[in-house]
């Protein structure tokens, strides 16, 4: 009895296929919403914006922070990090935080950063600068890789003159003890440091 219904079963399913294919359902061609495609672009592109504005916000904010608990000078923020580190490691921290070593760019720049390092560390404490010279012994460039214009290396001594280092010493520091003086060291050094963070 059951196979009996399978079979009428299946009888009826090989009617209902052929006249299907006999008389096939005509599709109506579909019409595309333009209107409905420019909406939905439009939206996109107005998400995208809002992502893009509140990135941007959200750095702006970070920025304040940063110059909040630091300084503001010229188009720059810095913050001292008061842990003594390798020049490495320093400027490892600084990248993470979206900054570089401080490097100052003019007489201005380098007296105000002597300032703020002798009133967060003190009045004889030296910092590293995001200045070295570890890739061809005596061109001092910058972390981004170009050759420093200012510099404001200590000259007081006659017999050494800085950098003095030679490949021994490929990384600069700010003294605040000599006025602002930069010295040469050794990389291994533990030292203090300030990030800097360019204000966009």
């Known amino acids: 009895m059951e196979l009996r219904g399978a079979c009428v079963l299946l009888g009826l399913l090989l009617l209902l296929n052929s006249s299907v294919q006999q008389n096939p ?17 439009n939206l996109q592109k107005q998400i995208n914006d809002i992502v893009l504005e509140m990135n941007l916000l959200k750095e702006q904010q970070a920025l304040q922070t940063v110059c909040l608990k630091g300084i503001k000078i ?11 580190k ?5 400027s490892e921290d600084c990248n993470q935080m979206g900054g570089v070593l401080a490097a100052p760019l003019s007489s201005s720049e380098n007296d105000q ?28 460039m910058d972390q981004t890789g170009v050759k420093i214009t200012y510099k ?9 003159p800085q950098p003095d280092g030679g490949m021994s010493q490929n990384c600069a520091v700010l003294s605040a003890a000599s006025n602002g003086k930069w010295f040469d060291e050794n990389c291994r050094e533990e030292k203090a440091s300030v990030c800097q963070f360019n204000i966009v």
Not at 86 to 90: G, I, L, P, Q, S
Not at 122 to 139: A, S
Not at 152 to 160: E, K, Q
């Open 74 to 84: 010229l188009n720059k923020c810095f913050l001292v990090d008061l842990v003594k």
């Open 152 to 160: 404001n290396w200590d000259m007081s001594n006659y017999r050494s």
């Open 113 to 140: 950063l002597r300032d703020y390092v002798r009133q967060s560390l003190g009045q004889d404490q030296q910092i590293w600068l995001g200045i070295n010279d570890m890739i061809t012994e005596g061109d001092w």
């Open 25 to 41: 359902i005509k599709k109506k061609p579909v019409k595309k919403d333009v209107t409905k495609d420019s909406a939905i672009e």
């Open 86 to 90: 390798r020049y490495h490691t320093a």
